[in-house]
């Protein structure tokens, strides 16, 4: 034990480095876990729209809309999120899956949802783009 705390001393640069790495890896998982909604991939976004009525729901702006979007899903850009979020399902419970281009928008629309208590948000990791990279169907609107 002496011989590691004299190695704990010499080195107690890399013991403050790797108590902070610890640090950062507790508070990143601690906000996925508690942040009320999923990350999903393209893939198990296809088993939630087909097994469980998924209501898809794309907030990207309108121009981007019109390049090609998921089959039946609902256009609502994030900057009207705010104002219709409480009219997109009137089950709380039903499934939404939310999407933009890369899945940076669709973390903040699953944020507004979860606050307006819909219990089952989930955003697609990698938006659109994962969703055309996996070779899944789009249509264009």
């Given at each position: 034990?002496?011989?590691?705390?004299?190695?704990?001393?010499?080195?107690?640069h890399l013991f403050i480095a790797l108590i902070v790495v610890l640090g950062l890896?507790?508070?990143?998982?601690?906000?996925?876990?508690?942040?009320?909604?999923?990350?999903?991939?393209?893939?198990?976004?296809?088993?939630?729209?087909?097994q469980e009525d998924a209501l898809v729901l794309d907030v990207r702006e309108a121009?981007?809309?019109?390049?090609?979007?998921?089959?039946?899903?609902?256009?609502?850009?994030?900057?009207?999120?705010?104002?219709?979020?409480?009219?997109?399902?009137?089950?709380?419970?039903?499934?939404?899956?939310?999407?933009?281009?890369?899945?940076?928008?669709?973390?903040?629309?699953?944020?507004?949802?979860?606050?307006?208590?819909?219990?089952?948000?989930?955003?697609?990791?990698?938006?659109?783009?994962?969703?055309?990279?996996?070779?899944?169907?789009?249509?264009?609107?």
């Amino acid at each position: 034990m002496e011989e590691f705390t004299d190695f704990a001393i010499r080195n107690y640069h890399l013991f403050i480095a790797l108590i902070v790495v610890l640090g950062l890896i507790l508070w990143t998982e601690a906000r996925r876990i508690t942040r009320g909604y999923k990350e999903i991939t393209p893939a198990e976004a296809v088993t939630l729209i087909n097994q469980e009525d998924a209501l898809v729901l794309d907030v990207r702006e309108a121009n981007e809309h019109g390049q090609g979007s998921i089959i039946n899903s609902k256009h609502v850009a994030l900057s009207a999120l705010q104002q219709k979020a409480d009219n997109l399902s009137q089950n709380k419970d039903r499934p939404i899956l939310v999407f933009c281009k890369t899945g940076n928008r669709s973390s903040r629309a699953c944020k507004i949802l979860t606050g307006r208590h819909y219990t089952r948000v989930f955003g697609l990791k990698g938006g659109i783009t994962a969703w055309t990279n996996d070779q899944l169907p789009v249509v264009k609107q």
